[in-house]
């Protein structure tokens, strides 16, 4: 489906990364190690040929939705928006300062490109099913993308919305879950274990696949895959790991919230250029 090749796909997303490095630590803060495992993801989303969007008319009534329900991950969101030409990639730098645009969490308020204001875990589907439920109403052919945390997941309303989703037949509607194993207090299967999560999606009316989420050419073909399935919404659930392409990061296993100090910086994008091991 892309234009682009995988090993092209490999490069933007290794930028990707650098930017939410570069961002959170001149920011002092932020959450680098949840943006950094749903990078293949949206990278795919916005560089694979998978949304259709235009960077010039972000309110483009016919374009598809991508809601970033683990808000938390704003520095994945602005990296990727920068890079496709929403904003200036010089304005990545701004994050979390006074005054700029590209705030904590993402405000559709303020930055084009953003679809939804998130950052409380749990709204973000209920948002997409509005759009996606539009869509259908109005006749409409755009497609509407989801991505949760896993630790998100426990959240009430994401079930109401699940059900609800399978109930109305939301073909039109992808979620991709990010499944990184933690939550921001430690071990999601030690807080509130999510399986068998693709059973209960299934029982949900949903079509599931599971994939390794760091692999271009899985995600790639899930959302080949999502787009062929009709009559259901469609779930990916994405293996991923907290802190992905930074070694120290990801050893670190739930190194939640906290940017790279700065004399580690180069050491992270040197990692980051030798690529995914
Ligand atoms: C309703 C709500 N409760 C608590 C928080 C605080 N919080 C921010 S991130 C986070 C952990 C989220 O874990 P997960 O969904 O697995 O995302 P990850 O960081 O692992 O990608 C929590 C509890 C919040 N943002 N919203
Ligand atoms: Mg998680």
Redesign the pocket.
């Known amino acids: 489906m892309s234009e682009r090749s995988t090993q092209e796909l490999q490069e933007i997303a290794k930028k990707i990364r650098k930017n939410i490095l570069a961002a959170t630590t001149e920011a002092g803060s932020g959450?680098p190690s949840?943006s950094l495992?749903g990078v293949e993801v949206a990278t795919m989303l916005y560089f694979g040929g998978v949304l259709r969007h235009d960077p010039k008319r972000p309110e483009w009534p016919d374009r598809d939705r991508f809601i970033l329900s683990?808000g938390?991950?704003a520095p994945l969101l602005y990296s990727v928006l920068a890079e496709a030409g929403y904003f200036s990639t010089d304005d990545l730098l701004t994050l979390r300062k006074f005054g700029s645009p590209l705030e904590g969490h993402p405000n559709m308020r303020r930055l084009p490109g953003v679809e939804a204001s998130t950052?409380?875990?749990?709204q973000g589907l209920s948002i997409g099913i509005g759009h996606a439920l539009a869509a259908k109403v109005d006749g409409k052919d755009y497609r509407v993308f989801v991505m949760?945390?896993?630790?998100?997941t426990q959240?009430g309303q994401v079930w109401e919305a699940k059900m609800f989703a399978g109930n109305q037949q939301l073909d039109n509607l992808t979620l991709i879950i990010?499944r990184?194993r933690?939550?921001?207090t430690g071990k999601?299967v030690e807080i509130e274990d999510l399986d068998p999560l693709a059973d209960k999606l299934t029982s949900f009316k949903w079509e599931v696949t599971e994939i390794d989420g760091h692999e271009m050419d899985q995600v790639s073909k899930a959302f080949d895959w999502a787009r062929g399935v009709s009559g259901k919404p469609q779930a990916i659930l994405a293996s991923t790991k907290?802190g992905r392409g930074v070694s120290f990061l990801e050893k670190e296993g739930n190194y939640?919230?906290k940017p790279v100090p700065k004399e580690e910086l180069e050491k992270a994008f040197k990692e980051i250029e030798a690529g995914l091991s």
Do not use: I, M, T, W
Request: glycine share 20%; aromatic share 4%.
């Open positions: 959450h949840s495992s683990k938390h991950a950052g409380s875990l749990g949760q945390g896993d630790g998100e959240e990010d990184n933690y939550q921001q999601v907290k939640h919230g």
